[in-house]
């Protein structure tokens, strides 16, 4: 029978004052009862919306069918069917704008949490899972990844149980990317990344790190070095600033820096000397995760105020609700309809303070959102010793400007057929934040699985 409560089980959390410290998880994740009950929500629908909604179309009414009835091994091959990283995806996906935004359930209540689903599954997966991983047949054929982010993982991943031999170049000492460098510990565990990239290794992908493609090796060199086909997948880790007076003063960082001294180069535990700042308080310029990502770490570092400084309302804010709510919870103060107008340093050359403007919206600009407009005169200075600029990155140009015949738009974004992904190269493909600039890792994990079908067709038949 469906269980036709309005809404979701809740999930269990850390104590928002207790978490503010540490950088463990945050959400603990359900427990099987809780995962059973949620589970009998879904109506299972004739035309299931959810699945549409779902950039590698998950089947989620029939894995949430096995959840409800207790068989979660069947539930989990059900959805590693099409989606190659569950327990990242469970935990990090805008869930709400995606499958759950189109659920029925959400049109009296709250959608069935379908994001909460997976991550059990996942969860209760890498705990009692016993299935092996068989290494397929190899077929001879050579493919080159390039990025070990959620776009290349998850290209080599299908293309390697396609029988072809993968190596995943990356630029890094680690593999995985945004999922090691940028989202925090607190919201996605390292070692669930890890455990993630290692199944990968069982299928026999290949992976090569503290590999700078377009200066160690070129695109042509891979080619001449046997591979028949490049994947592109190597994000946009190049940060944006906004050109104000002040910002080479010290203290000041882009959120990319910040999170990836803190994520990567482990900078919050005391056994690593990962230099970074420990600031009393902090302004974050910006409105999106990665600002909530940066403000939420400032805070566990043990700064005593932690600013999010955003030029319009919160209604305007790209981050997702659940970022905004814990946030907030922790403390994080929020300085909405603010602009920032310059650095203010001292005289060893360190952050001393922010000068803002008061804004208020106008029209709506190209975007849909109101522009925002100073008000004259509200100039004010808020107190701080380090600054982190949230406003952005695009992809980083090494690789078009060493590739012939590679095209890029004016945003510095490489030109790929949103249908198949290959570039204007012969035999290069490209996904996720290369192409797009900065999105979302289902969105390149999308992307990385068009294209391994895509190559696989291009080579089958070339």
Same mark, same amino acid.
């Given at each position: 029978?469906?269980?036709m ?13 207790v978490?503010?410290? &540490?950088?463990?998880?945050?959400? =603990? ?15 299972? #629908?004739?035309? +299931?919306?959810?699945?549409?909604? #779902? ?18 091994a ?8 099409t989606?190659? =990283?569950?327990?990242? #995806? ?11 935004? +189109?659920?029925?359930?959400? *049109? ?6 379908? %994001? @909460?689903l ?8 890498m ?10 047949e190899? &077929? ?5 990844? *390039? ?5 290349g ?15 995943i ?19 996605l565990?390292k ?20 590999m700078?493609?377009?200066?160690? =090796?070129?695109?042509?060199?891979l ?8 994947? *592109?997948?190597?994000g ?11 910002e ?34 902090v302004?974050?310029?910006g %409105? ?7 403000? @939420?770490?400032?805070? @566990? =570092? ?5 600013? *999010? ?6 209604e ?14 922790? %403390?994080i ?24 403007? +008061? ?8 975007s ?5 407009k100073?008000?004259? %005169?509200?100039?004010?200075v ?26 890029? &738009?004016?945003?510095g ?5 949103e ?38 067709e ?5």
């Open positions: 029978m469906a269980n409560s309005l809404e979701k089980i809740k999930m269990p959390e850390q104590d928002p004052n978490r503010n410290k &540490n950088f463990e998880e945050v959400a =603990l994740g359900y427990d099987e009862l809780m995962a059973m009950e949620e589970a009998t929500r879904c109506l299972n #629908c004739k035309n +299931k919306p959810c699945v549409s909604g #779902c950039p590698v179309n998950v089947r989620i009414p029939e894995f949430i069918e096995k959840v409800a009835a207790g068989e979660f069947e539930a989990y091959r059900i959805i590693t069917s989606n190659a =990283l569950p327990a990242v #995806c469970g935990r990090v996906c805008p869930q709400e704008s995606q499958c759950e935004g +189109k659920c029925v359930r959400g *049109i009296k209540g709250e959608p069935v949490a379908i %994001g @909460r997976e991550r059990f599954v996942a969860d209760w997966y705990k009692n899972g016993t299935d092996k991983i068989e290494k397929p190899s &077929n001879g054929k050579k493919v080159a990844v *390039i990025g070990a982010g959620p776009a993982l998850s290209c080599a991943g299908d293309l390697a149980r396609k029988g072809y031999k993968v190596t170049f990356e630029a890094f000492h680690k593999a995985g990317g945004v999922l090691v460098y940028g989202i925090p510990e607190f919201r565990p070692r669930i990344v890890q455990k993630e990239i290692d199944k990968l290794a069982e299928l026999g992908v290949d992976i090569e790190t503290n700078v493609i377009g200066k160690i =090796l070129s695109v042509d060199e080619f001449e070095m046997g591979y028949e086909a490049v994947f *592109i997948g190597s946009a880790g190049l940060p944006s600033f906004l050109g104000i007076e002040g080479a003063y010290i203290g000041v960082y882009s959120a990319n820096e910040f999170l990836t001294r803190i994520n990567l180069m482990k900078a919050y535990n005391e056994n690593y000397d990962t230099p970074i700042r420990h600031a009393k308080a302004a974050v310029v %409105g999106g995760n990665v600002a909530m990502d940066a403000a @939420r770490s400032a805070k @566990r =570092l043990g700064a005593e105020h932690v600013y *999010i400084v955003y030029r319009r309302s919160e305007e804010m790209p981050a997702r609700a659940e970022e905004i709510h814990h946030a907030k919870e922790e %403390g103060e929020f300085m909405l309809l603010t602009n920032p107008t310059k650095v203010l340093g001292n005289e060893n050359g360190e952050v001393c303070g922010l000068e803002c403007v +008061k804004m208020e919206l106008g029209e709506p600009d190209e849909g959102r109101r522009r925002p100073a008000v004259e %005169g509200s100039e004010f808020l107190e701080v010793d380090s600054v982190i600029m949230s406003v952005g990155t695009s992809p980083n140009p090494l690789i078009r400007t060493t590739t012939q015949g590679l095209e890029a &738009n004016r945003r974004c490489l030109v790929a057929n249908e198949t992904m290959q570039t204007t190269r012969e035999g290069v493909y490209a996904g996720g934040d290369a192409v797009t600039g900065a999105a979302t890792v289902i969105l390149a994990m999308g992307a990385g699985k068009t294209a391994a079908a895509s190559i696989d291009y080579l089958k038949t070339k």
